[in-house]
Structures are given as structure tokens and as C-alpha cells.
């Protein structure tokens, strides 16, 4: 049963926004070390090594995730192979304006496939909080001049973007169906692991077709292997960790809206990065966005 949005649930779906910016920086950062699908496909198979002391026992042969691997190898492909893949191509191939302003669109998501596929009632609250939460994003991307808008081009790499916000909104709503082994449903780890297992497959199959296609290789050194290190522990594991339980605890119409947290996070991230202070608009953009989790929140 879902419950009311407390402050712990929105400091723990918090943390995955801010663990997603960091992730964006991270992987513009190392576009020209590793190809997208590769990056994927790598953070996934670190994040594997670091579950395996704590989740083994999902891979001996009377495991019951072999009992529930068509519905983890569906969880696996949407969360795990596809939507982080598509977000490092989108970061290679688009602007991060770009991919900010159509990954703002996750709510709308959240609302649309609740309704048509898992039976939820659009609110008009809701509404009303996609409304405020997408119109802080816009503040965020226009920095406070909305005249920068009219500079926005959309191109192929955005369409990588909106694929991907389907995915994760699809991935949100199935994460709260039950009938999940209880011992896997019960361990945060193994129920990471269940999705992993499958997930790995299907990422390792799309960075082998990349490299048939691609004549970029992967220039190891420290700079990969440090972000790696980052992204395999922070969104992968932790983020994902922190996403599914507070999803379990709200559900996915409220959870989608703080994924708008992770433009102004973003844009914190680079102005430190820049040495630049936080500007006004970032204040607006805040009250806009928590706005909107707390008028969609409220019963």
C-alpha cells in the first residue's frame, strides 16, 4: 500500500536527481574515452562484481529468480540495458540542454502510462504539479532569460532522450507490481542482482553490436576508471537502490516528479565546476519544482 509522502521518502528520492546529474557530468566528461553503449555496458559490469558478495546466492540453480526471469529480463532491458544506454547517447550525440528539456517530460510519462496501463485516476493536482514541476526545469534551461529558449534545436540524439524516459517511467510502474519472490523482493541486493543478471545480458548484447558499428575504441586510464568507479556505485547501485524503495513507498506518479530535481542539479554541479555561484533563477526553479511534488503529493 502506498504511502504519504514523508520526509524521509523525499530525501530518499532525492538522492538518486543528484546522483543522475553527477551522472550526465561524468559521462559528457568521458564521450571521447569509451563508446555509449561500452560505458553502459562496463558500470554495469562493475556494479555486478560489487552485489555478487552480497547477492551470490540468486545465481545457484534453485534460485526463484529462474522461476521470475521473464519479468526481471523485462526490468533488466528497460532499467539496466536500455534507459542509461539511451542517455549516454543522447549525452554523445545531443546538447545537455536538449536532453534536460525532454527528460523533463517524465512526469507527463509517469501520469500517462499509469492511466492507461496500471488503472490510476489522473488528478487534476497532478496536473497542476507536472505543470509547476516542468515549468522549473524551463527556468532552469532559459537561466532565467526565456529568450534562450528560441536557441533550443532538437536533433536525433533528443529522440534517443524521450525513448529513455519511457523506458525508466515504464520500468517505475512495473516495479510496483507484486508477486515477487519474497526472498528476492525482501533484500534490496539481490532484487538489484535479479534485475542485473538479465539486464547485463541485454547491455553487453547492444555494446557488441556497437562495436560492429563503430570505430571508436576505449581509452583506458585513470580518468575512465575513475568515473566508472562512480557511476557503477553512486546511479547505479545506490541511485537504483534509492529510486525502487521510495517508488514502493509513494508510487510512481509522485516519485516521476523528482526526477526534475536532476536539471538543477545539473546545472549546480557545472557552475561549481565553473566557479560560478548559483544564480537567482536557481531559486525559482527549486520552489517551482518542489511545488509541484508537494501540490501532486497531497491527498
Same mark, same amino acid.
Given at each position: 500500500?502506498?504511502?504519504?509522502?514523508?520526509?524521509?521518502?523525499?530525501?530518499?528520492?532525492?538522492?538518486?536527481?543528484?546522483?543522475?546529474?553527477?551522472?550526465?557530468?561524468?559521462?559528457?566528461?568521458?564521450?571521447?574515452?569509451?563508446?555509449?553503449?561500452?560505458?553502459?555496458?562496463?558500470?554495469?559490469?562493475?556494479?555486478?562484481?560489487?552485489?555478487?558478495?552480497?547477492?551470490?546466492?540468486?545465481?545457484?540453480?534453485?534460485?526463484?529468480?529462474?522461476?521470475?526471469?521473464?519479468?526481471?529480463?523485462?526490468?533488466?532491458?528497460?532499467?539496466?540495458?536500455?534507459?542509461?544506454?539511451?542517455?549516454?547517447?543522447?549525452?554523445?550525440?545531443?546538447?545537455?540542454?536538449?536532453?534536460?528539456?525532454?527528460?523533463?517530460?517524465?512526469?507527463?510519462?509517469?501520469?500517462?502510462? %499509469?492511466? #492507461?496501463?496500471?488503472?490510476? !485516476?489522473?488528478?487534476?493536482?497532478? +496536473?497542476?504539479?507536472?505543470?509547476?514541476? =516542468? /515549468? *522549473?526545469?524551463?527556468?532552469?534551461?532559459?537561466?532565467?532569460?526565456?529568450?534562450?529558449?528560441?536557441?533550443?534545436?532538437?536533433?536525433?540524439?533528443?529522440?534517443?532522450?524521450?525513448?529513455?524516459?519511457?523506458?525508466?517511467?515504464?520500468?517505475?510502474?512495473?516495479?510496483?507490481?507484486?508477486?515477487?519472490?519474497?526472498?528476492?523482493?525482501?533484500?534490496?541486493?539481490?532484487?538489484?542482482?535479479?534485475?542485473?543478471?538479465?539486464?547485463?545480458?541485454?547491455?553487453?548484447?547492444?555494446?557488441?553490436?556497437?562495436?560492429?558499428?563503430?570505430?571508436?575504441?576505449?581509452?583506458?586510464?585513470?580518468?575512465?576508471?575513475?568515473?566508472?568507479?562512480?557511476?557503477?556505485? %553512486?546511479? #547505479?547501485?545506490?541511485?537504483? !537502490?534509492?529510486?525502487?524503495?521510495? +517508488?514502493?513507498?509513494?508510487?510512481?506518479? =509522485? /516519485? *516521476?516528479?523528482?526526477?526534475?530535481?536532476?536539471?538543477?542539479?545539473?546545472?549546480?554541479?557545472?557552475?561549481?565546476?565553473?566557479?560560478?555561484?548559483?544564480?537567482?533563477?536557481?531559486?525559482?526553479?527549486?520552489?517551482?519544482?518542489?511545488?509541484?511534488?508537494?501540490?501532486?503529493?497531497?491527498?
Amino acid at each position: 500500500m502506498q504511502q504519504r509522502l514523508t520526509l524521509s521518502t523525499a530525501l530518499l528520492l532525492t538522492l538518486p536527481p543528484v546522483l543522475w546529474a553527477g551522472n550526465a557530468v561524468i559521462g559528457r566528461a568521458v564521450a571521447p574515452l569509451v563508446p555509449p553503449l561500452a560505458l553502459n555496458c562496463l558500470r554495469w559490469a562493475l556494479a555486478f562484481l560489487i552485489l555478487l558478495p552480497f547477492a551470490w546466492q540468486l545465481l545457484r540453480a534453485d534460485s526463484p529468480l529462474w522461476g521470475r526471469f521473464g519479468r526481471f529480463a523485462v526490468l533488466g532491458f528497460l532499467g539496466v540495458g536500455s534507459y542509461n544506454a539511451l542517455q549516454y547517447l543522447a549525452v554523445k550525440t545531443s546538447t545537455p540542454v536538449n536532453v534536460t528539456l525532454v527528460g523533463s517530460s517524465m512526469p507527463v510519462f509517469m501520469l500517462v502510462l %499509469g492511466a #492507461a496501463f496500471f488503472s490510476q !485516476r489522473i488528478t487534476a493536482r497532478q +496536473v497542476l504539479g507536472a505543470v509547476l514541476s =516542468i /515549468a *522549473g526545469v524551463v527556468v532552469v534551461l532559459a537561466h532565467g532569460d526565456f529568450e534562450h529558449l528560441a536557441q533550443v534545436r532538437f536533433v536525433a540524439g533528443d529522440l534517443y532522450m524521450l525513448v529513455a524516459t519511457a523506458a525508466w517511467a515504464l520500468y517505475s510502474w512495473l516495479l510496483t507490481r507484486p508477486g515477487d519472490p519474497a526472498e528476492i523482493r525482501s533484500n534490496w541486493a539481490r532484487f538489484l542482482m535479479a534485475q542485473l543478471v538479465p539486464g547485463l545480458l541485454w547491455s553487453g548484447l547492444f555494446a557488441a553490436v556497437e562495436s560492429g558499428v563503430t570505430t571508436q575504441s576505449i581509452q583506458w586510464g585513470w580518468p575512465l576508471a575513475a568515473a566508472l568507479a562512480f557511476i557503477a556505485t %553512486g546511479p #547505479a547501485i545506490m541511485a537504483y !537502490r534509492a529510486w525502487g524503495l521510495g +517508488v514502493q513507498r509513494v508510487g510512481p506518479n =509522485i /516519485a *516521476g516528479f523528482f526526477s526534475n530535481l536532476t536539471p538543477l542539479f545539473a546545472a549546480l554541479f557545472s557552475a561549481a565546476f565553473l566557479g560560478e555561484p548559483p544564480q537567482p533563477y536557481h531559486g525559482v526553479a527549486f520552489a517551482l519544482i518542489v511545488g509541484g511534488i508537494v501540490v501532486s503529493s497531497r491527498r
